[in-house]
């Protein structure tokens, strides 16, 4: 199953400088490991050492927040888009 997944600016750096790639996974955490495979170095900025999301990194499957649905546990099916968004903070 092709998801498609959009990389915030600062992880292209494990991208090859793209800012979309064609993924695979049936939820969140299948994804991820598939998105590691290919770009290895990226789940480190993105989950800690237990595997768990970052707090500051926000993902939202075809616009909707996973917090909001099952969190990691989301699942995906083919066509899905998969943001990946970095939160801003500033004051």
Known sequence: ??????????????????AALECSGGNIVELLNDLESNCP???ARL??????L???V??????EDIRFLDGKETSLSDGDEVSIVPAVAGG
């Not at 199953?1 to 793209?18: D, E």
């Not at 989950?47 to 768990?52: T, V």
């Not at 926000?58 to 616009?63: A, L």
Request: proline residues 6%.
């Open 1 to 18: 199953m092709a998801v498609k997944v959009l990389i915030p600016t600062p992880l292209q750096k494990f991208t090859n400088n793209q």
């Open 41 to 43: 170095g990226i789940k």
């Open 47 to 52: 989950c800690d050492d237990a595997g768990e």
């Open 54 to 56: 970052r707090r500051f």
């Open 58 to 63: 926000n993902f939202y499957v075809n616009s």
